[in-house]
């Protein structure tokens, strides 16, 4: 009897183990499929539903169907575009709002999209046509919860889906028809008072003039842009972007937004990257790696740690008053002329709270004893990520003397609690 029972526990456990394999199996890819209705309006349609001189206006009713196909023209994989992207259709281009950063994951260039426009509005910010959720007279963002029930993804991405740009030879394509469309172009130079400087300041976003014949627009380029460092370059080219304008009275500043640093192809090989020295952390970093936390006493150091597979060095330490370096190896460099510092970073935390961070350099600090008086603050944005990415980058050329060392300093005075920087890679790249 005992030895019966014994062998039912064994099938039982037999089964319970089989069922737990098949239900902790990965889920199977499913490339997304669109079944909802047909798609019956343009993008055109939408901007004919803007009747109001000013404000918003609904796109339809609630019980009206009203599906846009379009396609995804923009990304902002490069950090220019924020919390919007950009859509064509044959009739035209749209920006639609949304509170979410990182779209490109989920809606890179080349993504056909079904738009659902009930409970969407349609307004202008100064010409440029703009879709989303009513926020105080304008076109707010969308909800990223609530994103799901207006854009629906169709099929995979692929840039073969994105419509030919629309080639700008001069004036006569900077019109209205053309904005917030993928255009391109071609046999065009930087203003000569540009060229050399980078694309964007470190704290402000920044326009740089290009020259078009006898036209000439505003490539507008964010300080929070991963590329904002490119050097304007030299010569003729051909540019890439989406048209953007902002009218003003009478007049219109023709406006181009670059999407990656793969938008600018001036010569043979405009972005070949030449990696100068690189950093990346792992458990001997800050001890034989050469990387060390001054002023070397309190609990809450700069720590080496691993997490899904990525290596990195971070600080965090709940509300604790303290002020902790985390200072490199000597670093030698001769010339920095066009060469760029950047960190491969993520922070978790609000907004905000990575104002307890700075970057800093010292042509004279040892590998030993810590002197605060011997390091220079650099100009950085740090700003937060969920993502580890090129999330800080410096004009290297700040940087005075040959031989230097760059520290990261949390400095946290009050005790308000703090967000974690993780630091993967410091890597300098010309």
Not at 9 to 15: E, F, P, Q, R, V
Not at 57 to 76: G, Q, T
Not at 112 to 129: S, W
Not at 222 to 241: C, D, E, H, L, Q
Request: proline share 4%; aromatic share 10%.
């Amino acid at each position: 009897m005992k030895r019966n029972i014994l062998t039912g526990i064994g099938y039982c456990l037999i089964l319970l183990f089989s069922s737990c394999e098949k239900h902790y199996n990965d889920p199977e890819f499913a490339v997304p499929k669109y079944t909802g209705p047909a798609a019956n309006k343009t993008i055109a349609d939408i901007k004919a539903m803007r009747v109001s001189a000013s404000g918003v206006d609904s796109i339809c009713r609630y019980n009206e169907p009203f599906i846009v196909k379009a396609v995804v023209v923009s990304s902002d994989e490069g950090g220019n575009y924020y919390k919007s992207m950009v859509v064509q259709d044959e009739t035209g281009g749209i920006e639609i709002e949304i509170d979410r950063t990182g779209l490109y994951n989920d809606y890179p260039a080349g993504q056909v999209v079904y738009i659902d426009c009930r409970g969407l509005v349609v307004g202008n910010y100064h010409d440029l046509p703009q879709i989303g959720w009513e926020y105080q007279g304008g076109v707010g963002r969308i909800n990223q919860l609530f994103l799901n029930k207006y854009i629906h993804k169709d099929g995979l991405p692929n840039t073969n889906n994105l419509p030919e740009p629309v080639v700008i030879k001069g004036a006569t394509e900077l019109d209205i028809s053309n904005v917030c469309k993928l255009v391109k172009i071609e046999n065009c130079a930087f203003d000569p008072a540009d060229v050399g400087l980078p694309f964007a300041s470190n704290d402000l976003i920044t326009n740089r003039t290009l020259l078009i014949n006898s036209a000439s627009m505003k490539v507008r380029t964010s300080n929070y842009a991963k590329f904002r460092s490119m050097s304007v370059p030299a010569g003729t080219g051909t540019i890439y972007g989406i048209l953007t304008v902002y009218a003003s009275g009478s007049s219109n500043t023709w406006q181009l937004m670059l999407r990656t640093k793969d938008d600018v192809c001036f010569g043979e090989t405009p972005h070949a990257t030449q990696i100068l020295q690189s950093f990346t952390f792992d458990a001997n970093s800050l001890t034989s790696g050469g990387w060390r936390s001054e002023p070397g006493s309190s609990p809450t150091l700069w720590k080496y740690a691993t997490q899904d597979g990525q290596q990195f060095v971070y600080h965090t330490n709940g509300s604790t008053v303290c002020d902790d370096w985390l200072i490199s190896p000597a670093i030698t460099q001769n010339d920095r002329s066009g060469v760029s510092m950047i960190l491969n970073c993520r922070m978790s935390g609000e907004a905000g709270l990575q104002d307890f961070y700075r970057i800093y350099y010292s042509t004279t600090a040892s590998s030993s004893g810590f002197n605060e008086a011997e390091w220079t603050l650099l100009p950085a944005n740090i700003a937060s990520t969920n993502d580890f990415s090129d999330a800080v980058t410096i004009d290297a050329s700040l940087i005075s003397g040959s031989n230097f060392r760059i520290a990261m300093r949390y400095h946290n005075s009050n005790g308000t609690p703090s967000a974690r920087w993780q630091i993967k890679e410091l890597r300098f790249e010309k």
